[in-house]
């Protein structure tokens, strides 16, 4: 089952919530052709990464394959010879309809010095069919030689009328029963992010008051890690105790009976999704190792226990 941010990340420019002035001034960018340098700016999860691949998109003629976007993860590849290799690989023209190439690159504040002074010439000079995008959310920790080069947007939080609007949309797409005052929680509680609402109406889609959706969004809410086990749990292939220590590892300061809860809500809905009476059985039977409550003075040893029986289904 695909997350929800990810179904309805936006691959139109009028699809971008809250977004109105960047978006009038990109699309205006697009058509005079001349701009070859972007920074998007701005908290988490209001845009700035859909934008620079909707541009990229745009760039390619609207039909933009994986051979015209490439994106690069700063926060892992931060050294220069990494950034380097991005640059020798930007000489080369897209096969396929477009010959245009976007990079880009995501977290880019966490690129060393190094890195940054590799990029100063090919940003500034580029190739025609070469476009730089930087997302960031610490722009101040962008070189300034590397701004001055560049085009920047820096989105805003997006306004929680806004996300209400987008969160009741999607309830109404697919037909979720969710009470209103969990909705309205969520939209409350998303500080102007499209995509972290969207995250938390997925963990909270079965709470049924606002009080219990605030507990799993003040506790679970805040990392995606406890939507990975869960998707770990639904897929039935692959797992094993090793996988499943990672996960659970992650979700330190988390409180475990808040993670039992999101993974019964998602549980629930991956079942109410289902037409396999073979995968129904074996998510219910997986369900069932989640079903009592856990006391908090055990911290995660409950948790532990009721992954460790799922594993051990015959599913």
Known sequence: MTA????????KF??????????KSLKKVVKDGRAKTFIFTGPSGTGKTTLARILSNAFAGGAA??????????ATNSGADAIRAVCNRSVYRAVGSSSVKSFIIDEAHRLSAAAWTVLLKPIEEPPAHVYWMF????????PKPIVTRCLRYDLKPVKEELILGLLDDIVAKEKFDIAEEVVDAIAENSGGSPRQALVFLEECLYCETAAEARQIMRTAGQTREIIDLCRFLVA???QNWSSAIKLIKGLEGTEAESARIVICNYLAATLLNTSSER????????????RNSY?????????????????NMDR
Do not use: W
């Open 135 to 142: 997302c960031s959310t610490d722009p101040g920790k962008i």
């Open 14 to 23: 009028d699809d971008v919530l809250g977004q109105d002035e960047a978006i």
């Open 279 to 290: 995968k129904a059985a074996g998510l219910l039977r997986v369900l069932e190792c989640f």
């Open 65 to 74: 394959t994986q051979a015209n976007v490439e994106e690069f993860d700063a």
């Open 295 to 311: 006391n908090a003075s055990d911290k995660m040893a409950p948790l532990l226990y009721s992954v460790g029986l799922a594993l």
């Open 236 to 238: 039935g292939t692959g």
């Open 4 to 11: 929800l941010h990810v179904t309805y990340r936006p691959d």
